[in-house]
């Protein structure tokens, strides 16, 4: 027999979802930090600006949203691996600042998650 904790439909659906998204992610990596996926879904739904922005809509300091950013990049840091899901694009009006934007690696990755979560 299969018990849930008393849990409603609603509940065993969206853990069950959760489930689905942790899967897919655990594909980039088996450590996949939750900021990171915080930083990559606020780069998803706002694209365009740099560590600032992020760090504000993360409620974070910019040297923290500046290393996320760059580990789901295309460059990384140092010796680490980058995750390729954003791609780092010089700002227009100010070379010295960079942008964020989706990756081909991102854009599939939020396909990815959507159908894991059933949209």
Do not use: C, W
Not at 77 to 85: A, K, M, S
């Amino acid at each position: 027999m299969d018990k849930r904790n008393d849990l409603t439909d609603a509940e065993v659906l969206a853990l069950e979802r959760l489930l689905r998204v942790s899967r897919e992610l655990r594909e980039i990596s088996r450590t996949f930090p939750v900021s990171f996926i915080e930083t990559f879904a606020t780069v998803a739904l706002h694209p365009g600006h740099g560590p600032f922005e992020y760090a504000k809509r993360l409620e974070t300091i910019p040297p923290i949203a500046s290393k996320a950013l760059s580990k789901l990049g295309e460059r990384g840091r140092r010796e680490e691996d980058p995750y390729g899901l954003l791609t780092p694009r010089d700002d227009p009006q100010d070379t010295r600042k960079v942008n964020y934007f989706l990756s081909s690696k991102g854009k599939s990755m939020v396909k990815k998650l959507a159908k894991a979560m059933g949209t």
